[in-house]
């Protein structure tokens, strides 16, 4: 079946450590996004690929970095310089000619202690 | 900026009745989607609706069906006969149509709770 996985669903780690969202889609979109959700504040997003090899910042990029070497594969890492990365992230993707609605992966749970 | 507002957090229904939730937005194009998207306690994101703002006619979809009014920047969504399966997080979401770099704008969320 086509979809986005995101991997893990769950992910801990320490303060200080960098650690990386995976975010895998085989529906051969070429836009791709990732959002982070916060109590009370909807949807935020991070950053978005409209194609391999470029990407632009979104809202609230400071702290965190992606790549896009495949059109498959949009990876986020949450840096040490992100001063509250506890929160929920969803990736998502969508076509691009026309862009109309997104499809979402099942979100990564990251809670550092 | 686009910005897409739900100012109500939360709303509770009883089974099988019919409740209707808000949603305001800004902008200054003419050419748009607006989306509703569910989020029940899996988390996992669904769209639920779409309207396209050139199109006079409100979407609909089985139980679910919206009340676009264009000049208002209003964007309501209807659940009819209202089912436990419908309790979740509903997200308003804009979109414009043209531009290089069209994307998804969120609204804060609503909590839907369906009483037996």
């Known amino acids: 079946d086509g979809g986005i996985t995101q991997s893990p669903k769950y992910l801990f780690r320490k303060e200080g450590q960098n650690v990386t969202l995976s975010c895998e889609q085989n529906l051969n979109h070429d836009a791709m996004y990732w959002y982070r959700q916060d109590p009370g504040q909807g949807l935020r997003l991070i950053y978005y690929s409209q194609i391999v090899n470029d990407f632009q910042k979104g809202d609230i990029a400071e702290g965190y970095s992606v790549s896009r070497e495949k059109k498959e594969s949009f990876p986020l890492t949450v840096t040490s310089a992100q001063k509250n990365p506890t929160a929920f992230y969803l990736c998502?993707?969508?076509?691009?000619?026309?862009?109309?609605?997104?499809?979402f992966g099942q979100g990564t749970r990251l809670t550092v202690v | 900026a686009q910005t897409v507002t739900q100012s109500q957090p939360e709303m509770s229904v009883q089974e099988a009745e019919t409740v209707t939730l808000s949603c305001t937005y800004d902008t200054s194009e003419s050419d748009y989607y607006l989306f509703w998207y569910k989020q029940p306690p899996s988390r996992q994101m669904i769209l639920v609706i779409r309207q396209e703002a050139y199109k006079q006619q409100n979407a609909t979809e089985n139980r679910f069906s919206v009340n676009f009014q264009k000049a208002a920047k209003s964007f309501s969504l209807k659940i009819s006969d209202s089912q436990l399966g419908d309790a979740a997080m509903y997200f308003c979401?804009?979109?414009?149509?043209?531009?290089?770099?069209?994307?998804?704008?969120f609204g804060k969320g609503i909590t839907l709770s369906v009483r037996p």
């Open positions: 979401a804009y979109r414009r149509v043209f531009g290089a770099n069209s994307k998804l704008t």
């Open positions: 998502a993707s969508s076509r691009l000619n026309p862009q109309i609605e997104a499809f």
